[in-house]
C-alpha cells in the first residue's frame, strides 16, 4: 500500500475549507460534470480515507460525511454510486491495498469518476459459494496471461471497461493456492459478454465467455498464487458495500415503507403496525450497529464481522419489501414492467414493491449467500470448528466435479 | 369425524389431472407463454372443463355439475397449483361458480359455467376479503344499467360471464352481464403474479340482468369468498409443494465444496422445518375442503386457519426455493419466479394472513385489547 508520509490529521474544519476552496475553483453550476468530479478527486476530496494522491487524503473514513453534506449542499454532482457500486465498493480497495503505483495511478481516478465502470468476474457455474473452485484458466505466455472460461451471474458486465478477474493459474495445488487475481480487460478480443434476464423481468447480471483473452501480466493483482488473498479482500469489502454503507435513519427500505404509511392510513391494520414497528426498530439497531462497526474498524480493514451486516441488510430489505406488497393490498398484485431491459443502475429502492420484494431476493444471494455468511460467522468471529472437509488438500484438477 | 385423507376418487382425480398438466403445461411451456399475447392457456382449459369435467366439481347434478364436492376442486387447485397453470380456474370453477349457487335465479348460469360451455368470473378486487362490507364500487339503477370500476378482478380477460355485486336503488344486487358486452370495459393489468390474469373492470351503462336481490346478495357474495379462500389453500399447498419438491431435487444434485449442498446440516434442517409448514398446510387445507363440503358449523374457522396458514407457506416455501438454488432461482429462465409471484400475489388475495388472523379473533373469543 503507497500511503503517503504521515501528516497532520486532517478535521473536520479542514475539510470545510478544502470544499470551499474546490467550489471556489470550479463552481458545479458552471463546470463540466466530469471536470468536477476529476477536480474533486485531485482535491483529495474523493474519499478521504484514501491516500493523498489517490483521491483522499488519509483522512478518517467517518469524515467523508462531512464532504459529502457540504458539496450536496453546494449542488455538485456526484460520481452517481448507483451505476459504479462494484468499482467503488470491491475493486477499489482491492486495487489500494494490492496494486502496483502504476495499478493505482491507472485505475482509481477514472473508477472513482465514473469514466470506467468496474464488473466482477469471479462466480462461475460450478463455482458460486465455492468459489475457490474457480476453473477459468489462465496459462502464462511470456510477458501475457491467456485466460479462457466462463463467468456467470456477472452484475454490470454489459456496461464495465474493466473485470476483477479470479482464475486459475496452477490446477496441481489444492484449490485455494492455485489462484491468482487479474484485471480483466472488458474490450480485449475473446470477451463475450451475454444478458442473463432476472425474476424481475431485466438483466442486470449477465454470463461473461471468456476465450483465449490475451492479459498483460501488468494486470495482474498480487502475486501468481496469492489470488484467494487478494479475493478475500474484495468480498470482506463487497459484504460491507451491500450492507454496511452509512445511511440516515429510514435511509434504507425500511424509509419507502414508513412514507406509504404516513401517507395511506386506510391501508393501515393494527397487525401491520405492529409488524411495521417491529421492522422499524430492527432497521434502526441495524443501522446503529453498522455506524458502531464502522467506528470500530475506522482505520482497519472490514474483517468477517462485516458479513454480518451483509446478511442483515438482506433480511430486513426482504422482511420489509414483502410487508410492503402485503400492505398494499390490491395494489401489491400490480407490476410496474417486465420489460426486458439491460439496466446501467442498480437501485434496491427502485421501481415498484413488487420490484422492490423480487429484487431484494437476490442480497441474500449476491456477494456470499446468508448461509455462507452464517458459516463465516460461525467459525471466523465465533471460532466455532468447520464442517470436516474433503476438498481442502487435494490438488484442485482431482477434485470431483 | 373430519376425514383429512385423500379418497380413492381423489386421488384418481389428482392423477388424471396431474398427468394432463404433465403433458401440455410444464413450467417451461407456461414460462413461455406468460409473455405472449395469449397468456391463458384455453385449449388446455377447454380440456379440463369440458374431458376432464373439472369445472363442476362441487355443482350439484341437478344443476349440470358433477355433484361432488369442494374436496374434490380442492384436489385440482392443489395440482393447478403445482403446475401454476394458466387457466381460469379460481375466477370460473371457483369465484363466480361459488357465487351463483348462492342465488335464486341463476341455475343456466351454473349449468354453462359447470359444464366448461362458458368461462365466468366474479367482479371483485381479488384482494377482497370474506369479511369487507358489501362493495359500492359498481352501481345498478332502476333499468339494470352498470356503472362504476371494479379493480384487479381475477380472470376478467377471458370471462365470457361477469357476475357483477353492485348497489342497487333497493340494496346490495348481484347481476350478470354476458361478454363482450357494450359498455364494459376490460383492461388487463401487468400484474405481480405472471400466472393468473387480473384486470380492471369499468361499467358505463351496461345491460345486465338480476341473479340475487338484496334478501340473498349479501350471503352469497361473502359464501362464495369463504368458499374461495378456503380452497385458495389448496392452491397454495400446491404452490408450496413443487417448491419443496423442486429445491430438495436440486440440493441433491448441487455440489459444491465437493459434496452434495444438501448434506449441509444448515440446508437439511431448513428443508425438514419446511416439510413440517407443509404438513400443517396440507391438514388445514383438507380440513377447510372438507368442512366446506359438509356445510360445518366450523366453516368459518376452518377457513380462516387454511387461509392465513398456507399463504404464509406458499409464500415460504417459493422464498426458500429461489435462496436454496442461489443464482439460478434469480434468473427468469428457471421457473422458480412464477412460483414466488404466484404465491405472493395469493397471499394478498381474498384476504391477507392478517386479516383471516383477525377475523380469528372473533371467531374463537380472542378479542383484541380494549383501547
Ligand atoms: C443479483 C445477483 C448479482 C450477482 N452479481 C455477481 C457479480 O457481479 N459477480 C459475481 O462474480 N457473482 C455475482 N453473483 C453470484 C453470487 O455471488 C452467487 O450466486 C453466490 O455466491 C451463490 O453461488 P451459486 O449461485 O453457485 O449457489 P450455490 O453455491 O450453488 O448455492 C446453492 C445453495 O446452497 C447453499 N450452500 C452452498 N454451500 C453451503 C454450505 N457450505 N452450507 C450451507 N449452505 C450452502 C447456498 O447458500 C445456496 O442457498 C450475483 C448473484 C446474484 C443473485
Known amino acids: 500500500m503507497s500511503t503517503a508520509t504521515t501528516t497532520t490529521q486532517v478535521d473536520a474544519e479542514d475539510l470545510r475549507r478544502r470544499v470551499r476552496d474546490l467550489l471556489a475553483e470550479h463552481d458545479p453550476k458552471t463546470t463540466d460534470r466530469l471536470e468536477f468530479l476529476r477536480a474533486r478527486f485531485d482535491a483529495g476530496l474523493a474519499w478521504v480515507h484514501y491516500p493523498v494522491g489517490l483521491g483522499g487524503l488519509d483522512a478518517p473514513r467517518a469524515l467523508q460525511a462531512v464532504v459529502d453534506a457540504e458539496l450536496e449542499a453546494a449542488g455538485a454532482p456526484d460520481n452517481d454510486p448507483r451505476r459504479i457500486g462494484i468499482g467503488l465498493g470491491m475493486a477499489a480497495p482491492t486495487i489500494l491495498r494490492f496494486g502496483t503505483p502504476e495499478q493505482h495511478q491507472r485505475f482509481l481516478r477514472p473508477l472513482w469518476t465514473g469514466e470506467e465502470v468496474w464488473c466482477q468476474l469471479f462466480s462461475e457455474p460450478g463455482a458460486g459459494s465455492d468459489l475457490a473452485a474457480a476453473a477459468t484458466r489462465a496459462v502464462r505466455d511470456g510477458d501475457e496471461w491467456v485466460v479462457t472460461g466462463q463467468k456467470v451471474w456477472t452484475s454490470t458486465a454489459h456496461t464495465a471497461r474493466w473485470g476483477i478477474l479470479l482464475a486459475r493459474t496452477d490446477p496441481d495445488v489444492p484449490k485455494h493456492r492455485g489462484l491468482s487475481y487479474f484485471v480483466c480487460d472488458m474490450t480485449a478480443p475473446g470477451v463475450e459478454v451475454r444478458p442473463l434476464r432476472q425474476i424481475t423481468g431485466e438483466a ?23 489470488g484467494w488473498k487478494v479475493a478475500q479482500t474484495t468480498l470482506m469489502n463487497e459484504r460491507v458495500a451491500i450492507g454496511g454503507n452509512a445511511i440516515p435513519r429510514e435511509g434504507g427500505m425500511v424509509g419507502v415503507v414508513a412514507q406509504t404509511w404516513r401517507e395511506r392510513p386506510e391501508l393501515r391494520t393494527p397487525e401491520l403496525h405492529q409488524r411495521l414497528l417491529r421492522l422499524w426498530v430492527e432497521a434502526e439497531v441495524m443501522r446503529l450497529a453498522g455506524e458502531r462497526l464502522r467506528q470500530q474498524l475506522a482505520a482497519g480493514h472490514p474483517g468477517p464481522e462485516g458479513s454480518a451486516m451483509k446478511l442483515a441488510f438482506a433480511r430486513l430489505n426482504q422482511a420489509i419489501s414483502g410487508l410492503e406488497v402485503e400492505l398494499l393490498g390490491e395494489e401489491g398484485l400490480r407490476y410496474d414492467d417486465w420489460t426486458m431491459r439491460r439496466p446501467e443502475i442498480v437501485d434496491f429502492l427502485g421501481r415498484n414493491a413488487g420490484y422492490r420484494y423480487l429484487r431484494a431476493k437476490g442480497n441474500s444471494i449476491e456477494g456470499g449467500t446468508s448461509e455462507i455468511l452464517r458459516n463465516i460467522i460461525a467459525e471466523r468471529v465465533l471460532g466455532l470448528p468447520a464442517e470436516p472437509r474433503v476438498d481442502k488438500d487435494v490438488p484442485w484438477k482431482d477434485l470431483p466435479r | 369425524m373430519t376425514d383429512l385423507l385423500y379418497s380413492e376418487v381423489e386421488e384418481d382425480l389428482r392423477a388424471s389431472v396431474r398427468g ?7 413450467p417451461a411451456t407456461v414460462l413461455a407463454r406468460v409473455e405472449t399475447d395469449q397468456p391463458y392457456d384455453l385449449d388446455l382449459w377447454r380440456t379440463l372443463a369440458t374431458d376432464l369435467g373439472v369445472a363442476g366439481l362441487h355443482v350439484p347434478e341437478e344443476l349440470g355439475g358433477q355433484g361432488a364436492s369442494t374436496r374434490e376442486t380442492a384436489v385440482v387447485l392443489e395440482e393447478l397449483g403445482r403446475a401454476v397453470a394458466p387457466v381460469p380456474f379460481l375466477g370460473s370453477a371457483v369465484l363466480a361458480t361459488s357465487a351463483l349457487l348462492g342465488c335464486d335465479t341463476a341455475a343456466a348460469e351454473v349449468a354453462a359455467l359447470a359444464s366448461g360451455e362458458r368461462r365466468g368470473a366474479l367482479a371483485v378486487p381479488l384482494s377482497a376479503a370474506p369479511s369487507a362490507p358489501f362493495p359500492d364500487t359498481v352501481r345498478v339503477d332502476a333499468e339494470g344499467r352498470l356503472s362504476g370500476r371494479v379493480g384487479t378482478v381475477a380472470d376478467a380477460a377471458v370471462a365470457e360471464l361477469l357476475v357483477v ?86 440440493v441433491k444434485e448441487r455440489h459444491q465444496f465437493g459434496r452434495p449442498v444438501g448434506s449441509f446440516q444448515a440446508l437439511k434442517h431448513r428443508l425438514a422445518d419446511l416439510w413440517l409448514d407443509l404438513v400443517g398446510a396440507r391438514a388445514a387445507a383438507r ?12 366453516v368459518p374457522v376452518a377457513v380462516a386457519v387454511a387461509a392465513s396458514h398456507c399463504s404464509s407457506v406458499a409464500v415460504k416455501a417459493a422464498e426458500e426455493c429461489i435462496q436454496l438454488h442461489g443464482g439460478i432461482g434469480m434468473t427468469w429462465e428457471h421457473p422458480a419466479h412464477l412460483f414466488l409471484k404466484r404465491a405472493k400475489s395469493t397471499e394478498s388475495a381474498l384476504g391477507t394472513p392478517g386479516r383471516h388472523r383477525a377475523a380469528l379473533a372473533t371467531l374463537v373469543d380472542l378479542p383484541a385489547p380494549v383501547a
Open chain 1, 204 to 226: 442486470e447480471f449477465n454470463e461473461v465467455f471468456l476465450s483465449e483473452v490475451r492479459l498483460p501480466d501488468t494486470l495482474r493483482l498480487g502475486e501468481v498464487g496469492e
Open chain 2, 20 to 26: 394432463l398438466l404433465a403433458d401440455r403445461s410444464d
Open chain 2, 165 to 250: 355485486p353492485a348497489a342497487g336503488p333497493d340494496g346490495p344486487e348481484l347481476r350478470a352481464v354476458d361478454m363482450p358486452s357494450d359498455g364494459v370495459t376490460v383492461s388487463g393489468i401487468v400484474g405481480l403474479d405472471l400466472t393468473r390474469g387480473i384486470a380492471d373492470v369499468t361499467f358505463d351503462g351496461a345491460a345486465s340482468r338480476r341473479l340475487a336481490g338484496p334478501d340473498v346478495a349479501g350471503t352469497a357474495l361473502t359464501n362464495a369468498l369463504i368458499t374461495a379462500a378456503g380452497l385458495l389453500a389448496s392452491e397454495q399447498l400446491g404452490v408450496a409443494q413443487w417448491c419443496l419438491d423442486t429445491t430438495v431435487a436440486y
Open chain 2, 287 to 298: 380440513y377447510a375442503a372438507d368442512a366446506l363440503a359438509t356445510s360445518s358449523v366450523d
